[in-house]
């Protein structure tokens, strides 16, 4: 029995909603939730496992629609899934009344908590959130159901922290299950080898989710069990560390800025972070890189010659007096060393 595990999708998410690639990020997880649909008739995978947080919120009418009209194009594979926190049901809600076309089954916990595939020996247990936060162990305990007559056995499960649903790792370990599928930690994770992992998000979804995104790929055999992390994730959240000086131009800075991003090619998504030294009389202008590049943050860790250390043993009083008022404020402080400078220039 094949499967693709996939968690966190967050249909109807828009990362980085204040820049101008915001709607191409919102645009690309749909994208990206498609070409799993492509690989696994590709892969003929048996099934569809999405561990929560398909949506980003509890979906409407619409959007359920539309997924359902994307799962309906896989030609061999059944979706199980259940929702997280973040698509939480509620009672008489349009997610938990919706009337699939498509064949998949929503583990909602109270018309359903399991359901078994005769052909393919294997049983899917789990549960869907009633609420945005549960802070019970509820998955300390469960175990497959003797009675059932399944090979094999998966459980789908959303929750690894204090709000939503702690899990003790080791205890599920010895549960019994075949498989465990996890969402809810947007970083990927192989916690036990073949037996237990986080997908992860989909696709990292803001700066602080780097490295591969992805999805894992399973097969449960009486031969054989395994499971496979798959980077899938169209971009990658990258920080980028350029080293200038207080003898570069503000074109050399520029230039070199862009080299480097050039270097890590335009499908990642950038912090740029500078360090070394800058003239502080220096303006950069990042317009033409952030209009060509992906680009949420450009971080300054320069030294400058307004650094408090420096500027607490000038002869000057009133130096010393700004520079002590201002000294836990760097940027405050060297716009004002700019400004007396200027004035006195004058």
């Known amino acids: 029995m094949k499967f ?26 749909k994208e990206t939730f498609q070409r799993v649909i492509d690989h696994a008739n590709k892969q003929q995978v048996d099934l569809l496992l999405i561990a929560g947080d398909l ?19 896989l030609n061999h594979t059944r979706t ?19 009337k699939w076309n498509s064949e998949v089954y929503l583990l909602d916990g109270k018309q359903r908590d399991h359901i078994s595939f005769e052909d ?27 009675s059932e007559s399944s090979d094999f056995s998966i459980l789908l499960a959303h929750g690894g922290d204090e709000s939503h649903i702690p899990i003790q790792r080791e205890a599920l370990k010895w549960s019994g299950f075949d498989y465990i599928a996890l969402g809810h930690i947007h970083k990927p994770e192989i916690i036990f080898e073949d037996l237990m992992a986080y997908a992860g998000s989909l696709e990292p979804l803001d700066h602080t989710e780097t490295g591969y995104h992805g999805l894992i790929e399973g097969e449960i055999s009486e031969e054989k069990k395994q499971i496979t992390f798959v980077p899938f994730a169209k971009r990658m959240y990258t920080q980028v560390e350029v080293m200038i000086s207080d003898e570069m131009s503000a074109l050399e800075i520029t230039d070199r800025v862009e080299t480097e991003l050039s270097y890590h090619g335009r499908e ?78 004058k």
């Open 4 to 29: 693709i595990h996939i968690a966190d999708v967050h249909w109807g998410a828009r990362p980085e909603r204040e820049q101008t690639f915001g709607r191409i990020r919102e645009q690309e997880i």
């Open 55 to 73: 949506f980003d919120q509890p979906p409407t009418q619409q959007e359920l629609r539309e997924v359902d009209y994307l799962l309906s194009r």
């Open 80 to 98: 199980v899934l259940i929702a997280g926190n973040h698509d939480h049901l509620e009672p008489h809600d349009v997610f938990s009344q919706y």
């Open 120 to 146: 393919l020996e294997t049983t899917i247990y789990g549960f869907s959130y009633w609420k945005n936060q549960i802070t019970k162990p509820l998955y300390d305990h469960m175990k497959p159901d003797e």
């Open 268 to 345: 990642n998504i950038y912090e740029i972070v500078l360090t070394g030294s800058i003239d502080p009389q220096i303006h950069l202008d990042f317009y033409e890189i952030t209009s060509q590049y992906m680009v949420t943050d450009i971080i300054y860790e320069t030294k400058n010659q307004w650094e408090y250390e420096q500027l607490s043993e000038e002869d000057d009083f009133i130096i010393q007096k700004v520079a002590d008022i201002l000294k836990d404020k760097p940027e405050a402080l060297r716009y004002a060393m700019e400004a007396l400078t200027y004035a006195r220039e």
